[in-house]
């Protein structure tokens, strides 16, 4: 079996791995600028797409501008997830550079989309495939990659259960209600497959959580404080995955919250697969919770300025309704802006994390509302990637989605583990 790394090698974004010049795993994008793409030239015969995150599935409908377009595998949130991606890029960049494909790209989607479940073995490319539950967002999936004579895992984006504090039989942890176990989402992965090799993701590989229980008592601590004092909390979320945890945290503590932004149609999409999420039942009690936002009528101005919660995009403070929200409650120091999420180096949210301000619609604009960081990852942390690893002591490992590939991999070697970071561009050979 050859394996082609051509994107998410040594690096996060872009994340695109080739199978014998045939079988293509994921094709996403980096969100740059310019944005970055999966290199080289690629015409496979069938596509797997392991989740609905845009460096993960973001360039997938490119793939099918020629006169072949290949079948694409997921499970079906992931196959809603992008095509509300792909629909954004077309809004926000279409024939631009930003976008590497058309409309008719993205209704081809339709033609070549093939859903499976966990755990249903199917045929893609002359392979047998199979997804198991990674754990991450909705729909999220390890990918087990088989040939007759090699098990490939390619174990995408994935979580693991973190919690390492409180009582995990009544999910107390200090004091506080938190969560059994990980995220309120999805549960967290339990699946180990028999592989003889793995490309395994190290988002996280230097980094261990905070108990996600004391990460959530805090963060509602945060936002009763603020809006007990008169003040309104924006909190910036992701579309995908992040927004709806943080609307199942708010519910889980009665705490009324507004959701604005492209996460309101995700919300819509999820409710439609409820197999999909840890507690269905708790997801429909946290929509009826919260208020969704149209946007009308200078709606988000009013609600600005009320004692509330909003959950708006865009999680890094790049664009969506944020860019109304934070210049509103900026200059309130009773304010509270409550980011949820990883701000990459040279976006707004890395910028009022470091500096107290940041470029809102091409305007650095100084904060004084309080800004505050909260670690609601996704991703397994390192000891989540070590226990996970620990199930194939006897398997290859292949490093990559992650900015320290190779000094987790050499990491792994001293722990007595195969492994090994692939470079952009490189082709293993696996037997």
Known sequence: MQVEFLGGAGEIGRSAVLIDDSLLLDYGMASESPPQYPVGDVDPDAVVVSHGHLDHVGAVPALLSGTEQPPVHWTPPTRELALTLAEDTLKLHGGSP??????????????????????????????????????H???????????????????????????????????????????????????????????????????????SHEDRGDVEASFVETLRTTVWQGGTVVVPAFAIGRTQEIMLVCAAHDIDCYVDGMGQRVIEQLRHHPAFLRDADAFRGAVSNARFVDGRDGQRRRIADQNAVVV????????GPAMTYVPAIADQPVNTIAMTGYQVEGTPGRDLLETGSAEIDGRVMPVS??????????????????????????????????????????????????????????????S
């Open 98 to 135: 930003r976008c590497p494909f058309t409309e008719n790209d993205v209704r081809r989607i339709g033609e070549v989309s093939a859903t499976h479940g966990y755990r249903e073995p199917f045929e893609a490319a002359g392979y047998e495939v199979t997804f198991y539950d990674a754990g």
């Open 369 to 430: 509302a309080q800004v505050e960081a909260y670690d609601f990852s996704a991703h397994a942390d390192r000891e989540g990637l070590l226990s996970f690893l620990d199930a194939y002591r006897d398997s290859r490992l292949l490093i990559n989605h992650g900015d320290r590939c190779e000094s987790f991999a050499r990491e792994l070697r001293a722990e007595g583990h195969d492994a090994s970071a692939p470079t952009l561009g490189e082709t293993v050979t696996l």
């Open 312 to 319: 708006t995009t865009s999680g890094m403070l790049s664009g």
């Open 137 to 207: 967002i909705p729909g999220s999936a390890h990918v087990l990659v088989e040939d007759g004579e090699t098990r490939l895992l390619y174990t995408g984006d994935f979580h693991t259960d973190e919690r390492r504090g409180g009582d995990a039989a009544s999910g107390r942890a200090n004091g506080r209600e938190a969560p059994v176990s990980g995220q309120r989402l999805v549960p967290a992965t339990t699946d180990r497959p028999d592989a003889d090799a793995v490309i395994c993701e190290s988002t996280y590989s230097d980094v």
